[in-house]
């Protein structure tokens, strides 16, 4: 099972919007609504940001956002801050014992 | 608080076993699944496998089939994984996740998303 794919990187100003994709195939993203995001901070542990495709976990700010069209799921940051700037990685249901992640996008705060 | 402690950092020889704990408190343990996941110094996340801390099933990746066990003690809250026959492309730092499952008055829903993270544990392999 590859990879889910992801932009090695993405950048934005101060306020500005900026959408991360994951690209997958009909064996996982586009067969199941069940893509999440995670945030990383360099040396910290992944954080929760949104899961089966939409939904946003309490506490997390309404800036995150995510979507799907056929077999690409995106997170959407709006109002870039500062904080935002980490590594986001997506990661999907793709069968039994299979499940896999994208590479990762690295997200920089200009 | 929903907390996931880990056990300290590992350094081992190739061809040695290595086991992390993953002690969870702050909620009904039985009550979600436990997942593993890895990450290799620089690169992403590496999905291990599963265990339903209710059940006691495990799913692994194919690729660690054979060298992978995964258990949990109820009694203490804490889950383990167990890797074996390290090579030095193990090294990387584990860390446990809760998910996969979530259980409630005798049934076990699917969820497969992982609200809640050990603080990572990290693992050498080298001679």
């Known amino acids: 099972q590859s990879a889910l794919t992801q932009p090695a990187s993405v950048s934005g100003s101060p306020g500005q919007s900026i959408t991360i994709s994951c690209t997958g195939t009909?064996?996982?993203?586009?067969?199941?609504?069940?893509v999440s995001w995670y945030q990383q901070h360099p040396g910290k542990a992944p954080k929760l940001m949104i899961y089966e495709g939409v939904k946003r976990p309490s506490g997390v700010s309404n800036r995150f956002s995510g979507s799907k069209s056929g077999n690409t799921a995106s997170l959407t940051i709006s109002g870039l801050q500062a904080e935002d700037e980490a590594d986001y990685y997506c990661?999907?249901?793709?069968?039994?014992?299979?499940?896999?992640f994208g590479g990762g996008t690295k997200l920089t705060v200009l | 608080q929903v907390q996931l402690v880990q056990s300290g950092a590992e350094m081992k020889k190739p061809g040695a076993s290595v086991t992390v704990s993953c002690k969870a408190s702050g909620y009904t343990f039985t009550t979600y699944g436990i997942s593993w996941v890895r990450q290799a110094p620089g690169q992403g996340l590496e999905w291990l496998g599963w265990?339903?801390?209710?059940?006691?099933?495990?799913q692994y990746t194919q690729k660690l089939q054979g060298r992978i066990t995964m258990t949990r003690e109820t009694s203490t809250s804490t889950a383990y994984m167990e890797l074996w026959s390290l090579r030095s492309d193990d090294s990387a730092v584990y860390y446990c996740?809760?998910?996969?499952?979530?259980?409630?008055?005798?049934?076990?829903?699917?969820?497969?998303?992982?609200?809640?993270w050990g603080q990572g544990t990290l693992v050498t392999v080298s001679s």
């Open positions: 265990i339903s801390t209710y059940k006691g099933n495990t």
């Open positions: 990661y999907s249901y793709a069968g039994t014992s299979t499940r896999v």
């Open positions: 996740a809760r998910g996969e499952e979530f259980c409630t008055g005798g049934v076990c829903y699917t969820r497969y998303y992982f609200d809640q």
């Open positions: 009909s064996s996982d993203v586009e067969s199941y609504n069940l």
